[in-house]
T-cell receptor, first 114, second 114 residues
């Protein structure tokens, strides 16, 4: 169990640029979640995948956001035309559904939009 | 919609003293409640969870929480604080068992005074 891995740890970008984050879940985990955490707040649900299928998206996920999990393993979260309000920590988490184990979180990608 | 409210964004206790972090929930159905801990620049780690099996839930690192339906509360306690307990603590609620789409509170930062 190598844990959930997120890359990069930090990303600084200029407003209007596109960014992409990667999440590698624990290998046997079939569910993968993305959360966003802004300063001083708790994480907020963005979207989740069961294997390669994206099953739910939050209303927080505007058209500029897209997430994929093409082979049911790693996932990417892309933000197009970044805005300053997108500055946040983006957390990925994974779980093997049904075995009563906890959600495993990665250490997050901190995005700063200047 | 379900929600949780954490009273006190900052709590300071002396080393060896009782830790009490407050969480109240709002739910029209029996809730599934969680406490997570987040250390600086890290993801979230599950401390404990309530799934209706027992009202007093014991977690890791000596923490426990008691579900009180009459008070709609799920407060987190630890009898004796340790310096390593300094972190951010989040209460969270899930709409049903096995659903990891969590709604988090705004967090409580715990400081331990030597």
């Amino acid at each position: 169990d190598t844990g959930v891995s997120q890359d990069p740890r930090h990303k600084i970008t200029k407003r209007g640029q596109n960014v992409t984050f990667r999440c590698d879940p624990i290998s046997e985990h079939n569910r993968l979640y993305w959360y966003r955490q802004t300063l001083g707040q708790g994480p907020e649900f963005l979207t989740y995948f069961q294997n390669e299928a994206q099953l739910e998206k939050s209303r927080l996920l505007s058209d500029r956001f897209s997430a994929e999990r093409p082979k049911g393993s790693f996932s990417t979260l892309e933000i197009q035309r970044t805005e300053q309000g997108d500055s946040a920590m983006y957390l990925c988490a994974s779980i093997l559904q049904g075995n009563n184990s906890p959600l495993h979180f990665g250490n997050g990608t901190r995005l700063t939009v200047t | 919609a379900q929600s949780v409210t954490q009273l006190g964004s900052h709590v300071s206790v002396s080393e060896g003293a009782l830790v009490l972090l407050r969480c109240n929930y709002s739910s029209s159905v029996p809730p599934y409640l969680f406490w997570y801990v987040q250390y600086p620049n890290q993801g979230l780690q599950l401390l404990l969870k309530y799934t209706s099996a027992a009202t007093l839930v014991k977690g890791i690192n000596g923490f426990e929480a008691e579900f009180k339906k009459s008070e709609t509360s799920f407060h987190l306690t630890k009898p004796s604080a340790h310096m390593s307990d300094a972190a951010e603590y989040f209460c969270a609620v899930s709409p049903n068992f096995g659903n990891e789409k969590l709604t988090f509170g705004t967090g409580t930062r715990l400081t331990i005074i030597p």
